[in-house]
């Protein structure tokens, strides 16, 4: 829950960084999922072909009696590529993995991209149920008739998010190859989807997790809400 009209200013800053930065523009993509208010406004301002847009959430319904809440069809048509589901802070306010496979479909659906958030609690990580918990997010949630090509994972350790702890790059690695050898099992296919890793990820610690192969990107939270931060990660990535 960040920004308004005036927030433009950091998606130009940042498109006016990718422009210069030839690399970028060929090998990386980089998908801003904003507030609802914000999506087609920011559409219609950047007209931007290196930076595509997302919303964070939509309603487990295609429409109805649900005042305030919005639907993936709603926010196909006001422009969005791209949806966040799943995420810890929507699971906290009582998304299951029953009503999140509901809004994957609708999503799908409406041939929105879908990056799918799984992650466990500190006290899950602590009783050493990391890979059970995983195991069963992704299971309840996703099918094997569904379009892998438009889903992609983000494994985001919820005890990590903005507090500055982050796992162990053996212990991110071995998450990491249990998630795909997961999806290989549900989709029957050898190639799995991207994977992106999400938890207090900035630009100090960037370095540290371009060393791990397994990671696909990054779901960036609060460093995105600032141009300098959200380039700063970008930078020291390929330094």
């Known amino acids: 829950m960040f920004g308004d009209f005036s927030s433009i200013k950091i998606i130009q800053k940042l498109y006016r960084f990718i422009y210069n930065s030839k690399n970028l ?4 993509k980089i998908v801003l999922c904003v507030p609802y208010t ?10 931007s072909k290196f930076i595509s847009f997302g919303a964070q959430n939509c309603h487990h319904q295609t429409h109805g009696a649900f005042t305030g809440s919005v639907s993936a069809s709603m ?7 791209y949806i966040i589901l799943g995420h810890s802070e929507n699971r906290s306010e009582g998304d299951t993995n029953e009503r ?16 799918f958030c799984i992650g466990e609690t500190f006290k899950q990580n602590k009783d050493k149920k990391t890979f059970s918990i995983l195991k069963k997010q992704l299971n ?3 099918d094997k008739k569904y379009d892998i090509n438009r889903i992609i994972i983000a494994y ?3 005890w990590s998010i903005g507090t500055g702890s982050i796992p162990k790059n053996y212990e991110i690695k071995k998450i990491f190859i249990f998630i795909k050898n997961e999806i290989r099992k549900i989709f029957k296919i050898k190639k799995p989807p991207k994977i992106l890793y ?21 779901l960036i939270g609060g460093a995105s809400q600032s ?3 959200f380039i700063d990660i970008i930078k020291n990535y390929y330094k």
């Open 25 to 28: 523009q060929t090998k990386n």
């Open 38 to 47: 914000l999506i087609h406004f920011f559409i219609k301002k950047s007209k």
């Open 75 to 81: 926010l196909k048509k006001a422009g969005a590529k």
């Open 100 to 115: 999140i496979k509901k809004k994957i479909i609708n999503a799908l659906n409406e041939k929105l991209n879908i990056i």
């Open 140 to 142: 309840e949630s996703l």
């Open 156 to 158: 985001e350790p919820i």
């Open 198 to 218: 999400g938890g207090s990820v900035n630009s100090t610690n960037i370095g540290m997790f371009s060393s791990i192969s397994e990671i696909d990107g990054f």
């Open 227 to 229: 141009s300098k931060k």
